[in-house]
């Protein structure tokens, strides 16, 4: 059986406390910075979350939100728009959330979005 989350994912579930890199706290602190006060400095984040693997973008989620009482994607979704904004929150959200996010983005509004559904559909099917 294939492992689609990482362990500390199931950890947060069982309310293991999770150990944080300094990496995770530094990235944080970066994005606090980069989304405080008038406007956003997309170029900090963008470095911020593409310098984390899968894995550590999860822990960034947690951390986030114990350091400031605020989610990340929240922060994001205030300071952002657009597609950026849409791919922003993708990355900084759990597997499970991403594809319930994708799927009531896709299927909102009056018309179906396919080219958002397909990716969904094709990651389950190949899991069965």
Known sequence: ????????????????????????????????????????????????????SASDRSLLIYRYKDLYREELKDTLGRDTVGDFRFLLLLLTMPLPEVEAFILNVATSGSRTKERLLYPVRSFWTDML
């Open 1 to 52: 059986m294939q492992h689609i989350f990482p362990q500390h994912a199931h950890d947060v579930y069982r309310g293991v406390p999770l150990v944080y890199p300094h990496e995770i706290d530094d990235a944080c602190e970066r994005i606090r910075d980069a989304t405080d006060g008038l406007g956003v400095d997309e170029k900090v984040l963008v470095e911020a979350l593409s310098s984390l």
